[in-house]
């Protein structure tokens, strides 16, 4: 079985805050990670994934991850927000023990303020 | 190229129709899926597909029904609408299973 939690619906930031959205998962076998992003009215798209090579995993936009098998998390991380990083976020796991189907978290929206 | 194409954009349907969703993908991608995603409840795999020819239930499949009859499209079909059903549904496709999904623009469906 897999499953994610994202803690947090919202999160609000200032423009050039860091940004630190939640993700843990659980797996009882080696999961593959992945972080999406869903601009207003469009569908998901790719920040980054994780696949078991480096434990930090750098994506699109200046985001970047850090698998921690020991927390079991996948926290997504930006060091300096922009106005354009406001989004939803998605954090998602697939494993064997889901059949490689992935599975969702709820979904975090970032709020960035001027 | 395309990638995942959906139609309608958006639909208002009665109550007790029948409707059916498209969705067709032009990257060759082996598996696809139906999610439907609601106000803080994330998004929901309603049916997926690994290849063609064959599909599978997700998390909440009661009320809809799905085929693949080839590599590219896979539609959705709601037998018999139901208020409930009003959502976001997003049709997505991968390379396979734990690959990365590549995400449609999306059918609003309101069923009044």
């Known amino acids: 079985a897999q499953s994610v939690t994202q803690l947090g619906s919202h999160v609000s930031v200032s423009e050039g805050a860091l940004v630190l959205l939640r993700c843990n998962y659980s797996?009882?076998?080696?999961?593959?990670l992945f972080w999406y992003v869903q601009y207003p009215n469009q569908g998901l798209q790719l920040l980054l994934k994780?696949?078991?090579?480096?434990?930090l995993v750098k994506g699109i936009n200046g985001f970047e991850a850090e698998f921690k098998k020991s927390e079991t998390s996948f926290h997504l991380t930006k060091p300096s927000a922009h106005m354009s990083d406001a989004a939803e976020y998605f954090c998602?796991?697939?494993?064997?023990?889901?059949?490689?189907?992935?599975?969702f978290g709820r979904g975090t929206s970032l709020i960035v303020h001027p | 190229i395309a990638g995942i194409t959906q139609a309608p954009t958006s639909q208002i349907l009665a109550a007790g129709r029948r409707m059916t969703l498209r969705c067709t993908q032009d990257?060759?991608?082996?598996?696809m899926y139906w999610y439907r995603q609601d106000l803080g409840l994330g998004l929901r795999l309603i049916h997926y597909?690994?290849?063609?020819?064959?599909?599978g239930k997700g998390e909440v499949p009661d009320g809809y029904s799905v085929s693949r009859a080839n590599t590219d499209d896979f539609p959705l079909t709601l037998a018999s609408a139901v208020p409930s059903q009003t959502s976001v549904y997003f049709c997505?496709?991968?390379?396979?299973?734990?690959?990365?999904?590549?995400f449609g623009p999306g059918t609003r469906l309101l069923v009044l």
């Open positions: 997505a496709s991968s390379e396979g299973p734990r690959e990365t999904q590549y």
């Open positions: 990257m060759r991608h082996n598996a």
């Open positions: 597909s690994n290849t063609a020819g064959t599909t």
């Open positions: 994780y696949t078991s090579a480096a434990t």
């Open positions: 998602a796991v697939s494993s064997s023990g889901g059949s490689y189907i992935p599975t």
């Open positions: 797996s009882s076998v080696p999961p593959y």
